[in-house]
């Protein structure tokens, strides 16, 4: 481990927001609008992690469907995108500590990146919503990066280089750990998020450090520097 981390890369929906709400209603607007079954709460839960697009494609084909058909997929995520803009907001609430804990790291001097696999508009209107904008120090969307977690890509374009040497990501599904596996960089779990109903402090290889809520990720950072 390095003697500091410069570079805290930090997941948004799971990690420091529980967005389910917003992102149910979204996918109930796309599933009226293409005349597809109501998909449950839980099950939009178990499906988030690696895009927008992805998610539709879970929750909305049929069984004997290994994705939707392109032209009622690009119909859903229209569907989807409108709806979505008015309910990320308010279907979003703050995860436990994660303002204090943000603040925290700042005044350590450390650069906050939120890493997200979110597209860019609804990001900024959560943080916005949600009051994060200003205690972070950059966003990266997929638009940005050109390319979505796990891509290790990914981290060298929300860093701004190549050198990992100091780069930790935070996060609380499988697809963050593949993405620090993939850098070559240290991975704190966050419980309780979006890890496709298992447990992220079950995953292999392990995490470098396992938290129940962002509320302790200062101290798990400065145990791990320690």
Same mark, same amino acid.
Do not use: W
């Given at each position: 481990?390095? *003697? ?16 389910? *709400?917003?992102? &149910? ?31 539709? &494609? ?22 989807? #995108? ?13 995860? *436990? ?36 904008? #200003? ?62 109903g298992r447990d992220i402090a079950t995953r292999i290889p392990s995490p470098a450090a396992v938290i129940e809520t962002p509320a302790t990720l200062p101290a798990a950072i400065g145990q791990l520097e320690?």
């Open positions: 481990m390095p *003697e500091r981390f410069n570079d805290i890369l930090i997941d948004l929906d799971g990690t420091l927001v529980d967005s389910i *709400e917003g992102l &149910h209603a979204a996918c109930l607007a796309a599933a009226e609008t293409i005349g597809r079954p109501r998909p449950d709460l839980e099950f939009v839960r178990r499906s988030i992690g690696r895009g927008s697009d992805r998610l539709l &494609h879970l929750v909305l084909r049929r069984d004997a469907e290994a994705m939707l058909d392109p032209d009622l997929h690009r119909q859903a995520r229209t569907a989807f #995108d409108r709806h979505y803009a008015s309910a990320c907001g308010g279907g979003s609430h703050l995860r *436990e500590g994660v303002a204090e804990s943000l603040m925290t790291l700042r005044a350590e001097g450390r650069r906050l990146v939120v890493a997200t696999n979110k597209p860019r508009r609804p990001a900024e209107l959560v943080l916005r919503h949600l009051g994060l904008d #200003d205690l972070i120090d950059e966003l990266c969307c997929p638009e940005d990066a050109g390319c979505l977690k796990p891509d290790p890509d990914f981290v060298s374009a929300a860093v701004g280089s190549t050198d990992r040497s100091s780069v930790l990501l935070v996060g609380d599904s499988g697809v963050d750990g593949d993405t620090a596996d993939a850098a070559s960089i240290p991975f704190i779990a966050v419980r309780g998020g979006y890890n496709e320690a």
